[in-house]
């Protein structure tokens, strides 16, 4: 019954801001972890950040610290991921991903083995 949908992707210029959207249906949103993840041509899956409802928890890929901010609308069920000073090396193809382990701990949150439901993703290109 979960379903997530990405959307708020597409070009910027260096220095510029996305924000992205993760609607999502078939659950309880507070039950759940919400993570970011994202994938660029050739390379391996990375993670961005996550929301985890048990404890309203934040965590963050510690190189994205300070430029992605996430958060959420309750009664939406809605998730954001707010994207500021974009870097060519952001570039990407970005997911969001959900979790039935709310109560995991922060250090895991960023395994991608840890969500079971993923959307279709969102291209976010950065370009001069």
């Known amino acids: 019954q979960v379903q997530l949908v990405e959307s708020g992707g597409g070009s910027v210029q260096p220095g510029g801001s996305l924000r992205l959207s993760c609607a999502s249906s078939?659950?309880?949103?507070?039950?759940?972890?919400m993570g970011w993840f994202r994938q660029a041509p050739g390379k391996e899956r990375e993670f961005v950040a996550a929301?985890?409802?048990?404890?309203?928890?934040?965590v963050y890929a510690d190189s994205l610290r300070g430029r992605f901010t996430i958060s959420r609308d309750r009664a939406k069920r809605t998730g954001y991921l707010q994207m500021s000073s974009l870097e060519p090396g952001d570039t990407a193809t970005y997911y969001c991903?959900?979790?039935?382990?709310?109560?995991?701990?922060?250090?895991?949150?960023?395994?991608?083995?840890?969500?079971?439901?993923w959307g279709q993703g969102t291209q976010v290109t950065v370009s001069s």
């Open positions: 991903a959900l979790s039935s382990r709310g109560n995991s701990i922060s250090s895991t949150l960023p395994n991608v083995d840890l969500y079971e439901y």
């Open positions: 078939g659950h309880t949103f507070s039950n759940y972890v």
């Open positions: 929301f985890a409802s048990s404890g309203i928890r934040f």
